[in-house]
């Protein structure tokens, strides 16, 4: 099974930074995923980490320790538009995808 | 345009009255599957799977049949809904034992059982 842990809110404002962590415990890991979704919205492919380390796409980062179950998602230059959920989901060795309950992060101006 | 298309968007029904939710993509993916999103829940698996005529249950299939006659199309059925299947519900596909298999998701089918 799969235990994955995410905080449930989170505030900033725009033009900060902010850090939203996973930890997790399962019995196979095999990739690492965050995902963003607007209210109302499906959700959307942000970052995926396989190995440690830190994965850099543009304003957003990711970075994994598989021997600690700890993942995070850091949010450069915040934006209004950044408000949203986002989601760290785990695929095990099966290939069978489990999502955190999300963190919704608000952008204040 | 590659899209998971899923109908109704939105569905009220009654209890106990069979329904069935579509979804259909376009991108010759293997991999499909189901989820329910609840206040507090996150996404929940409901049905997967991983080619034609396979399936599996997820983390909650209970009161849902699924069936995978054709490889494009995986749709969810609601045999006799209840009230506690009222949900947001997200079809997703992906392609299958690729390291990077990102699931596309549909827009959603909000549906409430009375």
């Known amino acids: 099974g799969q235990n994955i842990d995410q905080p449930t809110e989170m505030t900033a404002t725009e033009g900060a930074i902010v850090q939203i962590n996973c930890t997790y415990q399962t019995s196979g890991f095999n990739g690492l995923f965050w995902y963003q979704q607007h209210a109302g919205e499906a959700p959307t492919f942000l970052s995926y980490n396989v190995l440690d380390g830190l994965e850099e796409k543009g304003r957003f980062s990711s970075f994994l320790s598989r021997s600690k179950g700890y993942s995070y998602l850091l949010l450069k230059e915040l934006q209004m538009k950044d408000s949203a959920s986002y989601l760290c989901a785990l695929r095990s060795n099966d290939y069978k995808l489990s999502f955190g309950a999300g963190t919704t992060v608000t952008v204040r101006a | 345009e590659a899209q998971v298309t899923q109908n109704p968007r939105y569905l009220i029904t009654v209890t106990g009255k069979k329904l069935t939710v579509t979804c259909s993509q376009n991108m010759n993916h293997e991999y499909m599957s189901w989820y329910r999103q609840d206040p507090g829940l996150g996404l929940r698996q409901i049905y997967y799977s991983m080619n034609v005529e396979v399936t599996d249950k997820g983390d909650v299939p209970e009161g849902y049949k699924v069936s995978r006659k054709e490889k494009r199309n995986f749709p969810l059925i609601l045999e006799s809904p209840s009230p506690n299947q009222t949900s947001l519900y997200f079809c997703?596909?992906?392609?299958?034992?690729?390291?990077?298999?990102?699931?596309?998701f549909g827009a959603g089918t909000r549906l409430s059982v009375l």
């Open positions: 997703a596909s992906s392609p299958w034992r690729v390291a990077k298999n990102i699931q596309y």
